[in-house]
């Protein structure tokens, strides 16, 4: 089993990619996901999914688990 | 209760008059219908905006925004409720968002209609991007009101 | 900005698409419309409603819808307006009035729909007299809320 | 020259008429049109109009104005 790791709009741009697959080794919550997948530092703001729910960034992640992490959302209209 | 995620044009009048028809059982029971549509401006922030694209995570944000037509159906009497929101390319003019309820009073169609557009842009996970002359470029969130 | 008094039955969604048609230079300028239709229910207040008519004081009526109109387009910053209101005989489901916003902003959007249904129902001289199986019967104003 | 007197809805029918002109002798303000045209006493809740203007039951009429008398407004909508 891994981890599914997905990146959106600038956040996806920033890192380089917007799906991954990572090993669940040595990975306790959503910060080690970051930091095993993104390689670049965290901006500011970031804000991430576990599994399609918000999540805080040191919420634990667990194997088979898809991990989300995007910039604020800016839907809807003026 | 319909929410729709739409990857094409559409014309909200429309939507809205087809809905109601598709309703029967609506027909004499509502006194209110509100609607709120969000369209791409062909300007924003001082800059000429000549396309904008609504990218989102599925099925993320069909969710949250069952969620959110959800939340304002339980807190509000209300008979329904139709939520549209595009994502992909658009050109100015192009509707962006289209809410609308049904009730009996108006009161509660005001207050669901805007607890909706209000709820569905701080947490539907969409993005916005618009092509401006200067290149293409992210938009950054409203700042919160409340 | 339009205000109209019609005697035959409307269709709103319609009339918001051609009035919008018919405003060139609103393409692209407004972010956020709003709308509140009233349309008569089959019941009110435990009676089943068969018909309704609405009696008017021509042009009293239409010179204080266009006041409400002017106060609402100097108190918030909108682009355009329209309001639609029927008198005469009425049955369930037909609309009885329709106000539409345009604005750049929903803030504003919103707050001038809502000041304007809210200013005419209480300002416009109209009278209700609803046909019931028990008979005709006037309609009472709503208590005041605010 | 005459006061022109309108009433509308359940105003109307209680008094029975819709329009009429009544003459200026003796009229001084909107109860005194009241008194001189509808014959009947006056409701609660009145309302009346000078020129489609809202005007108190106490505001002075002139010759050639119009005034109206009605019940509370209920139009718009639920």
């Not at chain 2, 219908?33 to 401006?41: A, I």
């Not at chain 2, 169609?109 to 618009?130: G, V």
Request: proline content about 7%; glycine content about 6%; some cysteine.
């Amino acid at each position: 089993m891994s981890i599914t790791v997905r990146f959106f709009a600038s956040v996806r741009e920033r890192v380089g990619k917007q799906l991954e697959a990572i090993d669940c080794a040595g990975i306790n919550n959503v910060a080690d996901v970051w930091r095993q997948s993104a390689r670049v530092p965290m901006p500011d703001n970031l804000l991430a999914a576990i599994n399609m729910e918000y999540a805080r960034i040191d919420q634990p992640v667990r194997d088979g688990d898809e991990v989300a992490f995007f910039p604020p959302v800016t839907g809807g209209a003026p | 209760m319909t929410v729709r995620l739409l990857a094409e044009a559409f014309d909200p009048w429309r939507e809205i008059v087809r809905y109601q028809e598709e309703q029967p059982a609506l027909a004499g029971k509502f006194g209110a219908t509100t609607v709120f549509v969000g369209t791409l401006r062909d300007f924003n922030q001082g800059h000429a905006v000549q396309a904008m694209t609504l990218e989102h995570y599925a099925p993320m944000t069909g969710e949250h925004l069952e969620r959110v037509a959800r939340e304002a159906s339980e807190r509000w009497p209300i008979a329904d409720l139709l939520v549209i929101h595009r994502y992909g390319e658009l050109r100015p003019n192009d509707p962006i968002v289209c809410v609308a309820v049904w009730a009996e009073h108006r009161e509660a169609a005001f207050a669901a209609c805007r607890y909706l557009i209000d709820e569905l842009k701080t947490r539907a996970p969409f993005w916005k991007q618009e092509q401006t002359r200067q290149g293409r470029r992210w938009v950054a969130p409203e700042p919160k009101v409340k």
